[in-house]
């Protein structure tokens, strides 16, 4: 038996790659050579994409290779978000992928699919992928994006960390090759983020890599609606069990929860019983929080564009390097996640008279990111919080089991989204995407007995206290407003819901609806943010209009 043949082919590739490069420097116009003379078909590779930082510059001369002489490649990343990274399937280039999210080409992506074009492995989520990594689809190349190299390959990544120290290692110790594109290539990098020994080859691309500023939300657009479900979170949910660790999905509504914190939090007693430790991208919208010191400990999995100066100021809320900036990790921040939250808020598009919701619908196959892992009930957590502990004895009341306690999983939605479709349904489009695509499984992103509350400007309905799944059914219907689902609702059995305190309306909570005012927000425009900040956030040009 032969033990040692991905170690052999390492050295067969990097002595072809060697005619490309001067030790480990790679020129921008020999890079597509060097991925023709490193890339054998039918590899794993892992391009870099994660929900914002892109290895664009690679992804871009992949997609140029000669597809008689590259083919079959199979790819493996977080985040599908450039059109480069599917070109490569029009092309010939690559026939199957597995991924985590595809937000911004998930529409081509499931044409694309339906075509024939392209064979989706699995839709992971983020955590999954990169275990996976580890295994079965460890990456023979992989290609990455950093701020800066030295010459002898040591990288620093700055803010924007996120994949890449995962994707390097899993592939640096089985003997893959690294790539990476950088904005920059100097004689000394402020701090080593992944050391030169597992970096085969730097290249400076001919422009910084792209940044996508995903988790800015103005506040100009946060409607009145939005800041009525958010203080009904905030006093049914927040109020009730003071999680002490929580995780925001993106969104204007949880940006609503963010920027009444200052206020109406402050009204409800929340400063430091609730919101003390956060998993998160340093959201403009904490902003305000943060200065009114409701926050102890941020822990990010990327950066967002404008926020290095803030960032760097507050080195007792962020992770700040000695070097004076902050490193992000998107695996340890999923375990994070995972493991040490109380609670995650987020949305979704379509959610079932069960409680499954999906952002996979029958014309757009955008996956489902961190959610799944954040949005469920962590098995095997074992510390205590008085949120979980709370939450648990909820849940198991009456029950012949063993004590143990319970992760808040809260869907945050409105009645109608987008173009007055409904977000409630009776199918999820996902089933009929199982179909077409020949998924094993529909694409649900999470389960609904993981769900532990529904909050929409109808009310909250809170699903631990029910007993039996027609109670269930009929909370959830009762919340979903005059969407088709919600008007099937049995009258008598939610107004039941309501007396028994499982279903809560507005005004059961002291919320007149005349209340929800713009005026509550601790920060109206952007450059009310810029302000709080003290003139430290910097925000993108496209959200300046001063």
Not at 194 to 216: H, M, N, Q, R
Not at 343 to 356: T, Y
Not at 412 to 433: C, I, N, Q, Y
């Amino acid at each position: 038996m032969q033990a040692d043949l991905r170690l052999r082919s390492r050295r067969q590739r990097l002595e072809r790659g060697a005619a490309f490069s001067a030790a480990k420097v790679v020129a921008a116009d020999n890079m597509v050579a060097l991925l023709e003379s490193v890339l054998e078909c039918g590899d794993i590779v892992c391009l870099e994409g994660d929900n914002q930082k892109q290895a664009d510059f690679l992804s871009r001369c992949l997609a140029k290779v000669d597809p008689k002489r590259i083919h079959d490649l199979h790819l493996v990343l977080s985040t599908i978000a450039l059109a480069d990274q599917l070109e490569v399937f029009e092309r010939g280039i690559a026939r199957q992928v597995d991924f985590s999210y595809s937000g911004p080409q998930g529409l081509r992506l499931a044409k694309l699919a339906m075509a024939g074009k392209i064979n989706i492995g699995n839709i992971h989520t983020y955590l999954e992928l990169y275990s996976r990594y580890f295994t079965d689809l460890c990456p023979n190349v992989c290609c990455l994006a950093a701020e800066m190299a030295d010459r002898e390959g040591n990288l620093y990544t700055g803010d924007n960390t996120e994949d890449s120290p995962v994707v390097a290692e899993a592939t640096a110790f089985k003997s893959g090759i690294v790539i990476a594109q950088v904005n920059q290539i100097v004689d000394k990098i402020p701090r080593v983020d992944i050391p030169g020994d597992w970096i085969d080859y730097v290249c400076a691309s001919p422009k910084p890599f792209f940044l996508e500023p995903l988790f800015t939300r103005d506040p100009a657009q946060i409607t009145e609606t939005m800041i009525l479900t958010a203080m009904l979170a905030l006093k049914g949910i927040y109020a009730k069990y003071l999680p002490k660790s929580l995780n925001h999905g993106v969104g204007f509504n949880t940006a609503a929860i963010e920027l009444l914190l200052p206020t109406y939090g402050e009204e409800l007693g929340l400063r430091g019983k609730a919101c003390l430790h956060w998993l998160l991208n340093p959201h403009p919208t904490m902003i305000p929080a943060i200065e009114a010191g409701f926050v102890k400990t941020i822990y990010t999995v990327g950066s967002e564009m404008g926020m290095s100066r803030y960032i760097a100021a507050r080195p007792d809320i962020f992770p700040i390097g000695r070097d004076g900036s902050m490193r992000s990790n998107r695996a340890f921040g999923q375990m994070c996640g995972h493991y040490a939250t109380d609670m995650f808020i987020g949305a979704s598009l379509q959610i079932d008279p069960q409680g499954n919701s999906s952002t996979a619908t029958t014309d757009r196959i955008a996956g489902f990111g961190g959610a799944p892992n954040f949005g469920c009930d962590p098995r095997g957590r074992r510390h205590c919080s008085p949120a979980w502990l709370k939450a648990g004895e909820e849940t198991y009341a009456g029950k012949n089991v063993a004590p143990r306690g319970r992760r808040l999983v809260v869907q945050l939605v409105e009645s109608f989204h987008g173009r007055l479709e409904p977000t409630f349904v009776e199918k999820l489009d996902a089933w009929e995407l199982q179909e077409k695509a020949g998924f094993a499984l529909p694409p649900i992103m999470i389960y609904g007995d993981d769900v532990t509350h529904i909050v929409t400007e109808e009310g909250i309905a809170n699903l631990l206290q029910c007993r039996t799944p027609e109670d269930r059914e009929q909370a959830i219907r009762g919340v979903a407003g005059y969407t088709p689902m919600g008007l099937a609702r049995d009258r008598r059995a939610v107004e039941n819901l309501r007396d028994r305190g499982i279903i809560q309306r507005p005004e059961d909570l002291g919320i007149r609806k005349s209340d929800a005012s713009r005026d509550l927000l601790a920060a109206r425009t952007i450059k009310d943010l810029v302000r709080c900040s003290g003139g430290l956030y910097a925000p993108p040009t496209r959200f300046r209009n001063w």
